[in-house]
């Protein structure tokens, strides 16, 4: 039997084990997923550790994407995002970031434009690196507002090269969504458990507005709430995990994940 696993901070929440499980299961193989609560300081010896054991693979949430870049061999891309969330251990210790795909997936499977459309991103943590990075490669205008401006400060440059990019901090949120078509929410705001708090209410939003919310545990967050009442278009978060899930599947194993299913194991787990 092969393990997987993901690592976080908290992790109790991740919806990974039920969604990779279930595609192990619908093509008959003997694998199995489970979550390790592991914190950045042992990130190290946790990696090291599932190569030691033999691991088949291993994803990466909060907070410990871009902790991992000092630790892994990181493809081309996971270094120019600067965050990795797929381990591989076929050929040595792997870094992927397959993130930035999930989020690209989301929004074009919803028939939403990417190109030219000016995208309002909340957070610049793990995930938020490689939205702002695949967003602009799309022909995007992304601005970058995070509560520590330095950090979308320091991604807008990291990642600038590929597109155009701009920083700021949470102070006038109305004035960036106004001038938004797409607003994104990468930070753990409205996550369990904290699942009533929201960085953007719907009197600031316009009814032309897209807004997806990558946090997927709740569901139909406060963000999304307040979009429906501003009659905005909402994407929630699932999309965005089964797709970059996914494509971690697929590395690990080189075999066609099962993608409708994996996303039916997530939904009825969220119901
Ligand atoms: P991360 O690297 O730890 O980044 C967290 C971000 O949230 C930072 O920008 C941080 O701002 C911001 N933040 C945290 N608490 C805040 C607060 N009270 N007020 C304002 N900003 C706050 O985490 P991550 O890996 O990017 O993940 C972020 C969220 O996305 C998580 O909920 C995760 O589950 C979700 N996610 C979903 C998917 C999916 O497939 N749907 C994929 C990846 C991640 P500072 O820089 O100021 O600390």
């Known amino acids: 039997m092969k393990l997987f696993g993901v690592l976080g901070d908290p992790v109790s929440h991740s919806l990974s084990p ?49 902790k991992a870049l000092e630790i892994v061999k990181p493809t081309d891309l996971a270094k120019q995002i600067g965050a990795v969330n797929t381990v591989d251990f076929k050929k040595g210790i792997i870094g992927y970031n397959t993130d930035g795909l999930g989020a690209k997936m989301a929004l074009t499977e919803s028939s939403v434009e990417i190109k030219g459309k000016n ?75 904290k699942v009533g708090e929201t960085l953007v209410t719907s009197d600031i939003m316009h009814s032309d507005l897209v807004v997806f919310d990558i946090v997927y545990n709740p569901l139909n967050t406060r963000l999304l709430q307040e979009a429906k009442t501003a009659g905005a278009k909402t994407i929630d978060g699932v999309k965005m995990l089964v797709y970059q899930g996914a494509e971690a599947f697929n590395i690990w194993t080189g075999k066609i994940p099962p993608v409708d299913i994996m996303e039916k194991a997530v939904r009825e787990k969220l119901a």
């Open 18 to 66: 039920a969604m990779h499980n279930a595609a192990f299961k619908a093509l008959g193989m003997d694998c199995e997923y489970h979550a390790f609560r592991v914190s950045k300081d042992s990130l190290h010896d946790a990696i090291q550790g599932a190569y030691a054991l033999g691991f088949g693979g291993l994803n990466l949430t909060i907070p410990l994407k871009e």
């Open 119 to 193: 995208v309002l991103l909340l957070g610049a943590g793990g995930a938020a690196r490689a939205i702002a990075f695949t967003l602009a490669t799309e022909g995007a205008n992304v601005t970058i507002a995070n509560r520590t401006p330095e950090r979308a400060i320091s991604l807008a440059k990291d990642v600038g090269s590929v597109g155009k990019i701009n920083a700021s901090d949470l102070t006038d949120l109305k004035n960036l969504v106004k001038n938004s078509d797409i607003l994104i929410n990468s930070t753990a705001i409205g996550m369990f458990p």
